[in-house]
């Protein structure tokens, strides 16, 4: 991303010690919420979301003995501002490997700001079947005033109130080679 140099780091929210906390306490609160893992298919939303469900999956399956489900989805072509996207949208594959009628899908996902990506992703998800339950679990809730849909986190790592200015990236060291969420301004 281009825009990325013109971003100014205001302050660093959580370091790698947090997010693993923040990580840990994300599947025990699930576990415990659905009284174990049998029915559970966790699914990330590509990007981001994809390395913090394998990270949440894996500590299930340190909690419970047996990791859940694991599943990928990409929303590219669900999302309702793909004209702005560009003429040549890269998509990614959707990996959902075992049926997801009658489980428990938590979609997993970094940043929860306007609502717009997770009805993308419960869009596609319903093209897959009919779970019995779907909940969301996110690292960071930017809060509900910049919610442009009713749509709120079963799970929360951290709520952090921003200005719709302010950018929270969550950096993980699969795309960045390290572990931290920041809030960034543009450098304009």
């Known amino acids: 991303m281009a825009d990325e140099a013109k971003l100014l780091e205001k302050s660093r929210i959580m370091d790698s010690a947090r997010m693993k906390r923040a990580i840990s306490r994300l599947a025990s609160e699930i576990v415990e919420e659905n009284q174990g893992s049998s029915d559970l298919y966790i699914v990330g939303i590509r990007r981001r979301g994809v390395p913090l469900a394998e990270k949440i999956v894996d500590k299930i399956g340190e909690l419970e003995g047996h990791p859940p489900l694991f599943g990928i989805i990409d929303i590219t072509l669900y999302r309702d501002d793909l004209s702005t996207v560009g003429a040549s949208p890269i998509v990614n594959r959707t990996e959902l490997d075992a049926d997801i009628e009658d489980k428990i899908v938590v979609l997993v996902d970094d940043v929860l700001y306007t609502g717009r990506t997770i009805r993308a992703a419960l869009d596609q998800l319903m093209d897959f079947g009919r779970p019995k339950k779907v909940q969301l ?31 929270i990236k969550v950096m993980l060291k699969e795309y960045d080679g390290l572990e931290a969420v920041g809030i960034f301004e543009r450098d304009d």
């Open 137 to 167: 679990a996110v690292l960071i809730d930017r809060g509900r005033e910049h919610r442009e849909l009713p749509i709120q986190a079963d799970f929360v790592g951290k709520t952090v109130p921003t200005k719709k200015s302010e950018i």
